[in-house]
Each structure stands twice: as C-alpha cells, then as structure tokens.
C-alpha cells in the first residue's frame, strides 16, 4: 500500500477527519455503560424516577451526538475512498497505455482488466473501511478495557488475560489469509481470461463444434477458484467462533468474580453491568476488527498487484527534443535492424539492410510466420528493435519524440479495430480536427464513399461495438481511412486489405499512389497481386531477408518469392512452361 499513498495528497484533510470522527463517537459511546450504570444504583435502586429521566436523557444526547459524529465520519470516509478509487484507476489506465506491446504481452490483457476492475474496487472498499473501523475499533477495544479498570481493578484483570488471546487469534488468521487471497485473485485472472477467449471468439467457437470442450476447461478453471475461495473461506470462518468462545469465556470470568465482589458490598449491580457491557463492546469491536481485517487482507493483496504493475517501466524510451529532420536521407532506412522478442530464445527478424526512397512503395511477403508484421511494426516503434537501427529522414527512430513519431506514420494493423460511434468519430481518430472535406477524401482513397454514401446519415452512421454492423472489408477500408486523414508520410498497410477482392484492392493501391503526397508505403500481403508493382518487394523466410528487389526479378532469383507466386498463380505458371 506504501506506493499507493501517494492518492491520499489531494484528500488528506479528508482522511483525517473521517477517523478523527470515529474515534468521538467511539468516545460516546464508551461513556454509556459509566450512565447505565448510574442508573441502576443511583435511580432504580433509591426509585429517583427525576434522576432515571434525566440519565435517559443525557443516555439519548449521547446517542445523538454519536449519530452525528458516525454520518459525519462516513461522509469523510466515502470521499476519501471514492477520490481515491478515481485517481488510482485513472493513473493505472494511462500508466497502461503509456507500456509498450512487449509489457503488454507479458501481462496479459485479462490480468490488467481484473487490476483495473475488480482489485481497484477491492482497494477502494478496503480504503473506506480502514477510515471507518481501523481507529475505532482498537480505540474501543483499549478504551473498554481502561473504564473497565476504574470501574473495578480486580474484575478488570480479565481483561488483560483476554485481549492477548484475542490479538494472536485475529492477528493469526490475518497472516495466514493473506497470501491464500493472493492466490484467489490470480485464479480469478484465470478465469477472466477464459471468460474473455471465449466471449471474444464465440464464432470459432461454435464453428468448431468445441462447445463443450470451452465448458468444461472453463468449469475446470472455476472449480479451482471456487477451492482457494472454500480454502480462504475456512480459514478466515475460525475468526467469529474463537472470539466468541474466548469473549463468552471471559463475560463469565467476570460475572463470576465481580458476583463476590457485589456479595461481600464492595461492587454494585450497576458497576458489573458496566463491566459486561465494556466486555460486550469488545466482542463487537473485534468481530468488526476481525471482518475489517479481511477486507483489509484482499486490499492488500489487490494493492500489491496494482502497484506491480505500475511498477512496470515501458521498455521504449522517448526523447522530448524536437528533431530537425535530413530531406537528403533515405525516408526509411534499415541498418542490420533486428528484433528479438522478450523471453524468447530465436531472433524473430534479424541483419535487415534495407533503403527506401520517398514516396517509394514496399511490398513485404513471406509465408506465415515468417516477420512480416514484426518488420513493420518496428517502424512506429511498436516493439525497439534489439539489434541495428531504423532511421526515418536520417535520424534514428529512438532519438524521434512521441508525438513527432507518430505524426509522421499512419498504420492500419492486421485487425480491423473501430469503436462505438459515428463513422466521422473513428475517422478523426487520425486527425482530431479532421473536417468532412477532409474525411470524405480518405473515405474516396480508401475505396469506402460509396458503400458510407449508402448508410444512412452517410459519415454520421453509427456504428455498434466492435463495428459489427459492418462486414469484414468495410471495417479495413474504413481504418484505411483513418490512416490516410492524417496524411502521413509513412504509410504501413499491415495486411490490412485481405477481405478486399483483387478489383477493390487494386484501386486502392492506386488511388494510394495517384492521391496521397509522396507518401511512403509499406504493404504487407500473403498476395503477391497486392505487391507485385511494387518499387521493391522484400521477402522473408523464418525471420530472414531472402530477397529485395523488383517483382520480375525475384521470379528469377528468390526461389521463396518464385513458390509463393506458383502457389497463387498456377494457370499462369502452367501456360508460360
């Protein structure tokens, strides 16, 4: 909780007040056993009725007045929590997309939904309570047993027998709950994570008829949840009855010395109701203590997640200096460039030595997994390149500022991704002040006017989440769109026009090439129809560059190119031999 302390500067007042509160009604209410008392051997036992009322009165006044200070304190308290809730979980999202691919990955996207939902909650819940109950309550427990000692010094040494146990009961299963809710919560991000595949691929899925495998591997992962929870649950269920037994113990330890002290006249009937009562609101007290410090142990353990992963430093580090740029240089250029992916034991691209000119366009192809997105993806600085460098207009892309960076580059990533809202809206997420003018051109360019023409409201249409009123190919023309309304000057189409026919695909390439300024374009294809024209296409095998060249060139030379272009083009290849 330490690193989260930090969230309490904006309500530190707040955070004050609220137990400070707390502790004056828990001071009222520790003087109403000392006016019950009274009553019994002032008022009931002389039959002062006069007195009776007027020790119910000052009994309601304090009653009142702790009401008061309870609100006033819950009111500090829920404040405080909900204030810090906000900030901790804003903090988290931004420190989270402030990480690069590489710790996201690592991570995992289920893991950091759980911390941004269901632990930031468990945080929040766990800061209201301690506010609430975390002074009180031992403010309580040591207050009753200090009036029970000016009640009665004898009687009152139970009291000193009793609160030791208690301690090692509460403060026991405390420790050992801790690390078994720690194992819960990353079962629960198992679940989650389940949860999340099966929602997000639902389709495929049903398409292959794995239903009932889905079922019973996420019944599995539940199960499991369900036994660290039954576990947790066991161990912390100990804590009422041992405090029960040992409180109830200690009111007839009381009952039974005090009954003496009262037969031999040196206590009265009202001092051992005081001192029961005292008892009485210890046992309340610490089964309050006992069901705060559960709350308090999944705080915890939530805290130390969340903080783990604001702990976690993106590996791409940017510059702030503006830099002047080299118009003389190659637009891009990679010198021995290669990327070796965190934790894996193979290079996933390696020695790439490649020019390009601007306004030059690149086909990248090669068979599954053979780098392509890894090659493009080091471009915008999705993942840094572990070996070599990359330089855009002669400087090197990690010398580049964030936003000069990413102002230079428009990507359209393999998967189509557009969000709820108008088409407009997801138009300018590439330029924010994008006007229609501006967005009907990138919607012509990217070969979508006419089917956006044809929704209703036009470029005001709405799209539902996940663009699921769209097909396939208007999703990838429409996020084609918004890489073009930026106008970038490195444009990167990572396989972004695979649900495109040959005839759109075409027109899009050429309406890229006739209408967009010098624009720079890589174009990653599993076709060679899409690359084919190409200024210089560059093929991979296993993370190598096997060739660089043009399309006729490679026929001749790259026998990887020569086999992918066979494999999609037979009739041709069987009319040439």
């Known amino acids: 909780m330490k690193q989260l302390m930090c969230y309490f500067k904006n309500y530190k007042i707040k955070a004050i007040l609220a137990p400070l509160f707390k502790m004056l009604e828990a001071g009222f209410e520790l003087l109403v056993p000392l006016v019950m008392a009274a009553i019994i051997d002032n008022g009931i036992k002389n039959n002062d009725k006069p007195y009776i009322f007027k020790m119910a009165l000052l009994m309601m006044a304090l009653g009142l007045i ?109 420790f050992l709950s801790i690390p078994l809710y720690k194992r819960v919560q990353e079962r629960l991000d198992h679940v989650l994570l389940k949860t999340r595949e099966n ?23 539940t199960e499991l949840l369900t036994k660290g929870q039954i576990v947790v649950g066991k161990v912390s269920s100990f804590l009422n009855p041992l405090t029960y037994a040992v409180i109830n113990l200690s009111l007839a330890a009381i009952i039974w010395r005090a009954a003496g002290q009262v037969d031999n006249g040196i206590l009265l009937q009202g001092s051992v109701y005081a001192l029961v009562n005292y008892m009485s ?38 510059e702030t200096e503006y830099v002047h740029a080299n118009d003389e240089a190659p637009k891009v250029q990679f010198v021995h460039a290669g990327l070796t992916y965190a934790n894996a034991k193979e290079s996933s691209i390696e020695d790439v030595n490649l020019s390009v000119a601007r306004g030059e366009t690149i086909g990248i192809i090669g068979g599954t997994g053979s780098g392509k997105s890894t090659f493009v993806n080091m471009i915008p600085r999705f993942y840094d390149c572990t070996e070599g460098q990359i330089l855009i207009d002669g400087v090197d892309i990690k010398k580049y500022p964030k936003q000069q960076l990413i102002d230079k580059i428009g990507v359209v990533p393999q ?19 994008a006007t229609n003018e501006e967005i009907n051109l990138a919607l012509e360019i990217a070969q979508a006017k006419e089917f956006v023409d044809s929704k209703e409201g036009g470029i005001l249409y709405e799209l539902n989440q996940g663009a699921k009123n769209l097909s396939g190919g208007q999703k990838q023309r429409l996020t084609i769109a918004r890489a073009l309304v930026k106008k970038p000057e490195i444009l990167i189409l990572d396989d972004s026009s695979s649900a495109l026919d040959y005839a759109t695909d075409a027109a899009l390439r050429k309406a890229i090439a006739e209408k967009t300024d010098h624009t720079t374009v890589f174009i990653v294809s599993q076709r060679t129809a899409s690359i084919m024209n190409a200024d210089q296409i560059v093929v ?30 037979k009739e041709e290849v069987v009319a040439h031999a």
Not at 128 to 151: C, E, K, Q, Y
Not at 205 to 220: P, V, Y
Not at 421 to 429: E, Q
Not at 546 to 566: A, F
């Open 66 to 174: 702790g009401l008061l200070c309870s609100v006033t304190a819950q009111y500090f308290s829920a404040k405080t929590a909900m204030g810090f809730g906000k900030e901790l979980r804003y903090d988290l999202f931004r420190h989270i997309e402030s990480l690069s691919y590489t710790e996201i990955d690592k991570l995992g996207s289920s893991t950091l939904i759980t911390r941004m939902t269901s632990d930031v909650n468990q945080i929040q819940t766990g800061v209201n309570m301690f506010l609430r109950l975390f002074m009180r309550s031992p403010f309580i427990v040591f207050g009753a047993t200090i009036m029970a000692f000016t009640v009665d010094v004898h009687t009152a040494k139970v009291f000193l027998i009793t609160l030791p146990i208690l301690f090692v009961i509460v403060f026991g299963i405390m």
């Open 199 to 221: 929602l997000s691929g639902v389709r495929v899925i049903r398409a292959f008829n794995q239903e009932n495998q889905e079922k019973s591997e996420f019944k599995a992962s």
């Open 281 to 318: 609101q210890i046992l309340i007290e610490l089964i309050k203590l006992a069901n705060l410090i559960i709350t308090e142990t999944k705080a915890v353990a939530c805290a130390k997640r969340v903080a783990t992963v604001l702990a976690t430093k993106s590996t791409i580090v940017y």
């Open 415 to 433: 998967k189509a991704v557009l969000f709820s809202g108008t088409i407009a809206d997801n138009i300018r997420w590439g330029k924010k002040d």
């Open 540 to 569: 991979l095998d296993d993370g190598k560059v096997v060739g660089i060249g043009k399309h006729d060139d490679l026929l001749k030379n790259c026998e990887v190119y020569k086999e992918i272009y066979s494999s999609q083009n």
